[in-house]
């Protein structure tokens, strides 16, 4: 048995250290790229979302590798991607793969059910061993995304432009081959330390930007072609609704601060929509009316055909608290050009509004 | 004399602007692209040098449209700005009451919503040219009419016919049938009209709340048909922009006079000379990592001007020699 996984942003790096723990045969795909895309969505049914073509590519590079067990989020909210495993694993077995997908379940209460799937796979590894093997990959996780913070704080005012990506870059490849606590422990305390020397322009007064949507094209910057990264050099910092560790949080676990997020985005959306409407839907809308005070303007990421950001696309405008919104649906037919004029042209109405905030 | 020179190089056409000192327009030239954006921002180069008296000083130079960033490079901008920011401070410049601005270009349109003189909102065209420029074009040359008839023609129309907008190629299939079925040319061709302004506030103006005063721009404004099914469509008065074709370029004269007064530096402009050199565009595949980068790249005798595409910053640096 060879286990494959989907990419989702650097989310291979502790799933990684997940099953090298478990000492478990198992291949990484490359990294999301044009090939990805491409056998994606030439073997992509009608109408499916960018997350389920790139998922697709996914699986049949890691078949290629000679995968035969592959795992697949599914479950959590209403969307279609409950039943992304299933449809996937036609596909494959129509290419000729004969692989079984294992479609591991991420709903706040199916976290048992993910660990025995996990059990099963290690063919009955004892539960102090899979427990120790999920802590550590848990681990790399929290030390991605505490640099990446650190990382969206310091693009927009760095003096030399690509500094931060730079020092990401690095940082992300020494947390995939820290192999204990201490190493790792050390990647974060080097990399955030490098980051705080980093040169920059101490007098900018950075706008500031949340980045809200679906998660999967939030957090796969191949999905959204770069938008954080391009906002960065607009000399924008970018306040992102989910990062991995949160979601997983969210979805793999009970939340164990016992004050669910989630509760706070669904209340603050109420008086528009009242109820789940699958995906990010509901959040969506209620980051807006949270945030519209704190933020100088959001940018609502969906890929195209999701309908639960579509709806909440169309509610955002009607809300009472006012903050510009940008929505951009990702697709494989979205072009960087198109993509970057726009968002130019955002960074420029969210300045005026600043400056004539101030002049008030 | 202190000039600003705006250039605004489109998908369809090349766009100049001269400003004085004092923000007056001096001269401005509307030229084809004709896929040629170097050789285009060249001709139109020099046509500005022959406009402008001997001992002008160009104090800036702003480049827009979709070939801003490779235009740039070329003439040497001290401003590199989009085409939306550009169309809304030059619509402003003229009518500071706007709350409105339609642009309808060759291959994309825009809605701007201004409020007290500050952009609150904008939407652009995504997947689909529907409506613009380039297909009326078209359809005026199927027709064998030059684009100017077009638009005379189709205010003659007394009963428009009702044409499927929602694509241009189902448009121009839906055109040919209603030829076939013996329409009127001049009804034909202001339910065409009809057509793309539906389209285009059902598309590009969905959920816009669309406020006048209502500026119209862009090459489209040109065309009388366009402008009176707007005008019934909204059911208030389109006010098209003096020189609206060249408003962007305007625009970004206007943004980077605003920008060399503030910053007191010398413009980077590298001279009329820029006409006469030659320059070379070529493109590789960078296969550094798995991602297999489209660089395209700008030279001049083999030495690398500029480089974009990639995703990372690998290709970005200061050009070596």
């Not at chain 1, 760095?158 to 990506?165: D, L």
């Not at chain 1, 929505?327 to 960087?336: A, N, V």
């Not at chain 2, 004085?20 to 001096?26: A, E, G, I, M, T």
Request: proline letters at 4%; glycine letters at 8%; charged letters at 25%.
């Amino acid at each position: 048995m060879r286990i494959g996984v989907p990419h989702m942003g650097n989310l291979y790096i502790p799933l990684k250290a997940l099953l090298e723990r478990l000492e478990l045969d198992f291949v990484i795909p490359p990294a999301n790229n044009r090939r990805t895309l491409s056998l994606g969505v030439r073997y992509s049914p009608e109408g499916m979302c960018i997350p389920f073509k790139l998922t697709l590519g996914n699986l049949i590079e890691a078949a290629e590798l000679g995968a035969d067990t592959l795992l697949m989020p599914a479950g959590s909210g209403i969307c279609r991607l409950g039943y992304y495993a299933k449809t996937q694993e036609q596909v494959l077995h129509s290419l000729g793969y004969d692989a079984e997908i294992v479609s591991v379940g991420v709903s706040q209460r199916k976290l048992l059910g993910l660990l025995e799937a996990i059990k099963r796979l290690s063919n009955n590894a004892s539960w102090s061993k899979i427990i120790s093997a999920f802590r550590f990959g848990l681990a790399k996780l929290n030390v991605l995304d505490t640099i990446e913070r650190a990382v969206q704080k310091v693009r927009p005012v760095e003096r030399v432009k690509g500094t931060a990506n730079k020092l990401f870059a690095q940082a992300v490849s020494a947390t995939e081959q820290a192999d204990d606590y201490k190493s790792l422990k050390r990647v974060q305390t080097d990399y955030l330390e490098q980051l705080s020397l980093a040169e920059r322009d101490e007098s900018a007064e950075p706008l500031v930007v949340g980045i809200i949507g679906e998660f999967y094209v939030l957090l796969e910057p191949f999905s959204n072609m770069d938008v954080e990264k391009e906002l960065g050099r607009l000399g924008v910092e970018v306040r992102r609704s989910i990062f991995t560790s949160g979601w997983t949080k969210f979805s793999l676990f009970l939340n164990p601060l016992g004050v669910n997020e989630k509760d706070r985005l669904h209340k603050a959306a109420m008086p528009y929509l009242k109820r789940d409407i699958g995906g990010e839907g509901w959040e969506s809308v209620g980051e807006k009316v949270l945030h519209a005070k704190d933020y100088d303007g959001l940018v609502h990421l969906a890929p195209f055909t999701c309908m639960p950001e579509i709806v909440a696309q169309n509610i955002m405008p009607s809300t009472k608290e006012n903050i510009p919104v940008l929505t951009i649906l990702c697709d494989e037919q979205l072009g960087k050009p198109g993509m970057l004029t726009r968002l130019e042209a955002f960074v420029d109405l969210l300045k005026h509004r600043r400056r004539a905030k101030v002049k008030v | 004399m202190e000039a600003y020179i705006g250039i605004d190089v489109g998908s369809v056409t090349t766009k100049f602007a001269v400003l004085d000192s004092n923000d007056k327009l001096v001269f401005h030239l509307y030229l084809p692209t004709q896929g040629k954006p170097i050789e285009m921002v060249q001709e139109g180069l020099k046509e500005v040098k022959k406009q402008l008296p001997k001992e002008v000083n160009i104090c800036g130079v702003a480049t827009t449209g979709s070939a801003r960033y490779l235009a740039g490079v070329i003439v040497g901008a001290d401003l590199v700005k989009n085409e939306i920011t550009s169309h809304a401070v030059g619509a402003l410049h003229y009518f500071p009451q706007a709350q409105t601005v339609i642009e309808i270009g060759g291959q994309d349109s825009k809605i701007i919503l201004i409020r007290d003189g500050i952009v609150t909102d904008f939407g652009m065209n995504t997947v689909c040219a529907a409506g613009t420029g380039s297909f009326l074009d078209h359809q005026a040359l199927r027709l064998n009419m030059s684009i100017e008839q077009f638009s005379q023609r189709s205010l003659e129309s007394t009963t428009p016919v009702r044409i499927a907008g929602r694509c241009t190629v189902f448009a121009e299939s839906d055109m040919i049938h209603k030829q076939q079925m013996g329409h009127r040319t001049e009804d034909i061709l202001y339910g065409l009209c009809q057509a793309l302004v539906r389209n285009y506030l059902n598309n590009v103006g969905l959920g816009k709340d669309i406020q006048p005063p209502v500026i119209f721009q862009g090459g489209v404004a040109f065309n009388q048909g366009i402008i009176k099914a707007l005008r019934e469509e909204l059911d208030t008065e389109i006010i098209v922009a003096p020189h609206h074709e060249v408003m962007g370029a305007i625009g970004a004269a206007l943004l980077v006079h605003e920008e060399m007064s503030a910053s007191q530096q010398e413009s980077q402009f590298k001279g009329f000379g820029v006409s006469e050199i030659k320059y070379r565009t070529s493109s590789f595949e960078c296969k550094t990592c798995p991602n297999l980068c489209e660089i395209a790249q700008l030279s001049i005798n083999g030495k690398i001007l500029a480089r974009w595409g990639g995703r990372c910053e690998i290709w970005e640096r200061e050009p070596s020699s």
